[in-house]
């Protein structure tokens, strides 16, 4: 595929519009993926995610700097509607990425939450495929770490950065108790602020309460640093990029990463498989049928469950 | 089923085991729920959300409090993990609660985040069945509004309120282009906070920009009501209550109930038969089998996809 070949060497025009053509999911999505997916497995995948507010987006940012005055490559996806790096972001962080987005070492995008056929896991997956075999050697996934989806886009990277900030209130706060237990780092953003201490406190006795990743446990050795910083103008940036390194260095050497890549791997073929299946079914079983056992359903003659029996059994027969 | 007939005849001990049961989506939970379905329809269920620090909890508390003082019976299921209805709240608001806890007319549950075999939404779905089943009159779902799952959560309610408040951040603000589009009433809690007339007057922009609630639109004639409270003292809150009210009996008249029944009813025999097709797979191909794939996949030797298409064609031959 021309469009494929394109994209992987360097064409970031051809880049872009694999990146939408993967989106939208359709038939042509899968023969590009197929081209695509012997080209990955080289780039390391980076996950940030925090409450809104915490100011990961200054932090992705400014790790994505440092990569790139080391000459390391970069590629950020954003799933994240308030994102600065998507479209509907107040135009001053816009500015403020602006460093980045001339750097051809880098490239930028910003998923739609919404819309996505086969869900929005599956299509950031495939766009973080497309960066890692376009040659990014950093792959940075944005989420804004409220919801399941988002949690679980988060858990499919290498490295899992968790971001707090002081003084977000308590119904902020108590959203991180299902984010450290998939966190490999946790950063204390906006720490020139008054409570970061207290912030950073918390977050210690935390860890110590709640399951931390189980892509470190079993041998119980990596415990997630707690780190301070103020992204908004680099402090404790390069302390976090070299516990992104030290984490990758423990994943290698432990043999977590093999563990790692087989879940995900088997996350992946279960979640398609799942949904091939349920369009062949669609496929024989037709509208008809289909809509008489949702008629039946609403008229509370039938539950959802021995609906599906229904299916299942004309497809045997 | 006895803890069926139990649950539903007014024991609340039973009603609480039979949900256990079914969030844990074992064997016995299917049998449960077919026993429990042809006993839904009645209830109506109205979604709160909105994002953290905007007092949804508050406001639903009050909603119930009003709904009992007009012998309404009200259950209420709150999925967010810093809900005060879940047990991780502060002490100073379930304390605030503790009005309704006493109440045999009022049922609450919270619901874990993680841990649903079958997904959240559907857990959340079987729950409030049980509660409807059981002869709540309404039953309140309070989601977090962040995030795929809690959105498709709220969207099943037949009136979901969007709540807003003044003085969160932009950023946090940005959140609700999302949420605007499934919203029936929306609510600018706080409003004694300063900024609260701005958020009505940003509210009423972006109703006119983005699309409204597609359950309301084709003759286009819902407008979502923008309303201001203060959830805390009890003001405004009648008035959300009428606007409920009043989004109900819009839905019955224009024919529009109807149609978000049988969306609700083809969206979960999706799902399920999706659930159902998948164990079927597994138990007819063998963890061996799936194993090879699955390290032929790490290898980049194939793609999930192509691996999905050979698990395919093995359930043909």
């Given at each position: 595929m021309?469009l494929v070949?394109?994209a992987l060497?360097?064409?970031?025009?051809?880049l872009?519009?694999l990146i939408s053509l993967i989106e939208?999911d359709?038939?042509?999505a899968r023969a590009a993926l197929q081209t695509v997916y012997p080209h990955t497995g080289r780039a390391y995948v980076v996950g940030?995610?925090?409450?809104?507010?915490?100011?990961?987006?200054?932090?992705?940012?400014?790790?994505?700097?440092?990569?790139?005055?080391?000459?390391?490559?970069?590629g950020i996806v954003?799933v994240?509607?308030?994102?600065?790096?998507?479209?509907?972001?107040?135009?001053?962080?816009?500015?403020?990425?602006?460093?980045?987005?001339?750097?051809?070492?880098?490239f930028?995008r910003?998923m739609?939450?919404?819309?996505h056929?086969g869900g929005l896991a599956r299509a950031t997956g495939d766009v973080v495929k497309v960066l890692d075999a376009a040659g990014f050697a950093i792959v940075l996934i944005?989420?804004?770490?409220?919801?399941?989806?988002?949690?679980?886009i988060?858990?499919t990277a290498h490295?899992?950065?968790?971001?707090?900030?002081?003084?977000?209130?308590?119904?902020?706060?108590?959203?991180?108790?299902?984010?450290?237990?998939?966190?490999?780092?946790?950063?204390?953003?906006?720490?020139?602020?008054?409570?970061?201490?207290?912030?950073?406190?918390?977050?210690?006795?935390?860890?110590?309460?709640?399951?931390?990743?189980?892509?470190?446990?079993?041998?119980?050795?990596?415990?997630?640093?707690?780190?301070?910083?103020?992204?908004?103008?680099?402090?404790?940036?390069?302390?976090?990029?070299?516990?992104?390194?030290?984490?990758?260095?423990?994943?290698?050497?432990?043999?977590?990463?093999?563990?790692?890549e087989?879940?995900r791997a088997?996350a992946e073929l279960?979640s398609v498989?799942?949904?091939?299946?349920?369009?062949?079914?669609?496929?024989?079983?037709?509208?008809?049928?289909?809509?008489?056992?949702?008629?039946?359903?609403?008229?509370?003659?039938?539950?959802?469950?021995?609906?599906?029996?229904?299916?299942?059994?004309?497809?045997?027969?």
């Amino acid at each position: 595929m021309e469009l494929v070949t394109q994209a992987l060497t360097g064409n970031r025009y051809a880049l872009a519009r694999l990146i939408s053509l993967i989106e939208d999911d359709g038939p042509e999505a899968r023969a590009a993926l197929q081209t695509v997916y012997p080209h990955t497995g080289r780039a390391y995948v980076v996950g940030v995610t925090g409450a809104p507010g915490t100011g990961k987006s200054t932090l992705v940012n400014e790790l994505a700097k440092l990569w790139r005055s080391r000459d390391t490559t970069v590629g950020i996806v954003a799933v994240d509607p308030s994102s600065p790096f998507s479209s509907g972001a107040l135009l001053g962080d816009r500015v403020r990425m602006h460093d980045l987005v001339g750097d051809p070492g880098v490239f930028i995008r910003s998923m739609a939450t919404r819309g996505h056929p086969g869900g929005l896991a599956r299509a950031t997956g495939d766009v973080v495929k497309v960066l890692d075999a376009a040659g990014f050697a950093i792959v940075l996934i944005e989420t804004v770490g409220a919801g399941q989806a988002e949690v679980e886009i988060a858990r499919t990277a290498h490295t899992v950065i968790v971001v707090e900030a002081p003084g977000l209130g308590d119904e902020v706060q108590a959203l991180k108790a299902g984010l450290l237990e998939i966190a490999d780092v946790l950063v204390v953003n906006k720490a020139d602020r008054p409570g970061a201490a207290q912030t950073a406190l918390a977050l210690e006795m935390a860890v110590g309460r709640y399951a931390v990743n189980p892509g470190n446990q079993a041998d119980g050795s990596w415990r997630p640093p707690i780190l301070q910083t103020v992204a908004l103008n680099g402090t404790g940036v390069p302390e976090v990029l070299e516990a992104i390194e030290k984490h990758r260095l423990y994943l290698h050497t432990t043999g977590r990463w093999a563990q790692r890549e087989h879940m995900r791997a088997r996350a992946e073929l279960l979640s398609v498989l799942q949904q091939e299946l349920l369009q062949l079914i669609l496929t024989r079983v037709g509208e008809e049928q289909l809509q008489h056992l949702i008629r039946r359903i609403v008229a509370r003659e039938i539950d959802a469950h021995s609906a599906a029996q229904t299916l299942l059994s004309l497809l045997e027969a």
